[in-house]
């Protein structure tokens, strides 16, 4: 095995998107006697390379303790830390008496990994991305496993908690914007398929989000699926008003009424009866303009 691979199957993999994840060489298990030293580990991998004094973390995590008495737990959380991650000759956690330090290095960390923005430079000033870049943005976008350490908590710890509650909605903003980006990419690129999974992953992180569920009924609608598309417009509609108190607005209203003449003018186009020749014509010209239409409507969309 080369010295590069050994190199990599050192690194701890943490993982910190979807839960708390700990593993070496591939392996779960992270250790850990205690709940606030994977907050601490969080905490400390999301400021990689940073010194934190001890005093603040004694404090932050033992808000009721006296110092002293914080500080003593500080230290047993730091030495079960310690065993955890500092594996073989591998220093990842620095300590010293006034502060610690995680060595960012030493780690997979599938959060840095997310938030890493990669663009050649081919790339600036084009209209879409190239292909590598959308790879790599669409690697991104799977690295999302879920809200950063979903389900997590420490109820005695209300800094600690603001703190989590800052960097969940951080990060989850970061998501909803990679799939709307990518949606769009694939749409402009003429890929519905690929445009239509991240439009749904969009929606379902962001049901307050009008101009996903207008993105998502167009598309529903170009893939042909008409029914499914006027299904979630109205879907759409008792969501802003249960969550906004709002209607949709015009666009998307005006989305709607045109795929659903579509969807009229089609079910007429398949009728039983046979249709005058002129009437016909008439009816597939039509369908051609509302097509139109609706492919129209969010222009303004997909160039925000």
Not at 178 to 198: P, Q, T, V
């Amino acid at each position: 095995m080369s010295g590069e691979r050994e190199l990599l199957l050192e690194r701890l993999q943490l993982r910190l998107l979807g839960g708390f994840q700990l593993l070496h060489r591939g392996r779960e298990g992270d250790g850990l006697a205690y709940e606030k030293a994977r907050a601490l580990l969080a905490f400390l991998a999301m400021e990689a390379d940073l010194p934190h004094s001890r005093k603040m973390l004694a404090e932050w995590l033992w808000p009721e303790f006296p110092l002293n008495a914080a500080l003593a737990n500080l230290r047993i959380v730091l030495l079960d830390l310690r065993k955890a991650v500092n594996t073989g000759t591998a220093v990842r956690l620095n300590v010293d008496r006034n502060s610690v330090s995680l060595a960012a290095n030493g780690f997979s960390i599938d959060v840095s990994m997310f938030l890493l923005s990669r663009k050649h430079s081919l790339c600036a000033g084009a209209p879409l991305p190239c292909d590598e870049c959308i790879a790599g943005m669409e690697a991104r976008s799977a690295l999302y496993q879920g809200d950063f350490l979903a389900g997590f908590s420490l109820a005695d710890c209300p800094d600690f908690d603001d703190w989590l509650q800052l960097k969940r909605e951080e990060l989850r903003q970061v998501a909803i914007g990679l799939h709307a980006e990518l949606a769009g990419i694939h749409e402009s690129r003429g890929d519905i398929a690929a445009a239509l999974a991240h439009a749904h992953r969009h929606v379902a992180m962001a049901s307050w989000d009008e101009v996903g569920h207008r993105r998502l009924i167009r598309l529903l609608a170009l893939s042909g699926q008409q029914e499914s598309a006027l299904a979630q417009f109205e879907r759409c509609r008792r969501l802003l008003n249960t969550e906004l108190g709002v209607q949709p607005g015009e666009e998307t209203s005006k989305l709607a009424e045109a795929i659903a003449r579509d969807l009229s003018q089609r079910d007429a186009e398949r009728g039983p009866q046979k249709l005058d020749k002129s009437i016909a014509g008439s009816l597939s010209a039509e369908h051609r303009q509302v097509t139109v239409l609706y492919c129209e409507l969010l222009v303004s969309d997909t160039e925000d």
